[in-house]
T-cell receptor
Framework: DQQVKQNSPSLSVQEGRISILNCDYT??????FLWYKKYPAEGPTFLIS?????DKNEDGRFTVFLNKSAKHLSLHIVPSQPGDSAVYFC????????????FGPGTSLSVIP | GAVVSQHPSRVICKSGTSVKIECRSL??????MFWYRQFPKQSLMLMAT?????????EQGVEKDKFLINHASLTLSTLTVTSAHPEDSSFYIC?????????????FGPGTRLTVT
């Protein structure tokens, strides 16, 4: 039973264009969401997070949008750069335990020069 | 800041032996550290939460006698895989959360590739 879903295993985007990575969740107890980026043979790197009291959080080229009613969030990267090529994990924590992070299966992003 | 290291990065051991993996927060103190396991082409699965000076909390289905966790200081947690078997071969990743502030972000180590022959 996958509580955090990333239905696109992979995504290819041209350099300079927008990358949109999607994530859906099923557990209504989740109220803190995070995006991590991971290169092969390395640990994930924290990118950006959003609390359920917000619907948008922006940090430089990265913006996360949260639609609580749809249980959906997305990560926008603008403009996309070749160095952004990596696996992106969506993750969520329940309000009962923010230390318990449930990861999605990841989306592999390729930014083509 | 917020650098987490793991040692070793790669280890091969024989079936039946034990392997210890170290996780260190290099530039911050971490009262809480986490151990994850990642199977090929799958996501990270939380194995246990380690709190400094107390017993680890294991997730359902994780054998606490097989995966021994010790969090002896604010900068070091260790995972010992006891009596390793080939099915324990995996990528083990630790993470740490800062001891101060309200941020819930976890900072991850580079991972340890364990191969049991």
């Amino acid at each position: 039973d996958q509580q955090v879903k990333q239905n696109s295993p992979s995504l290819s985007v041209q350099e300079g264009r927008i990358s949109i990575l999607n994530c859906d969740y099923t557990n209504s107890m989740f109220d803190y969401f995070l995006w991590y980026k991971k290169y092969p043979a390395e640990g994930p790197t924290f990118l950006i997070s959003i609390s359920s009291i917000k619907d948008k959080n922006e940090d430089g080229r990265f913006t996360v949008f949260l639609n609580k009613s749809a249980k959906h969030l997305s990560l926008h990267i603008v403009p996309s750069q070749p160095g952004d090529s990596a696996v992106y994990f969506c993750a969520a924590s329940p309000k009962t335990s923010y230390d318990k992070v449930i990861f999605g299966p990841g989306t592999s992003l390729s930014v083509i020069p | 800041g917020a650098v987490v290291s793991q040692h070793p990065s790669r280890v091969i051991c024989k079936s039946g032996t034990s392997v210890k993996i170290e996780c260190r927060s290099l530039d911050f103190q971490a009262t809480t550290m986490f151990w994850y396991r990642q199977f090929p082409k799958q996501s990270l699965m939380l194995m246990a939460t380690s709190n400094e000076g107390s017993k680890a909390t294991y997730e359902q289905g994780v054998e606490k006698d097989k995966f021994l966790i010790n969090h002896a200081s604010l900068t070091l947690s260790t995972l010992t895989v006891t009596s390793a078997h080939p099915e324990d071969s995996s990528f083990y990743i630790c993470s740490a959360r800062r001891s101060y502030g309200t941020a819930y972000e976890q900072y991850f180590g580079p991972g340890t590739r364990l191969t049991v022959t």
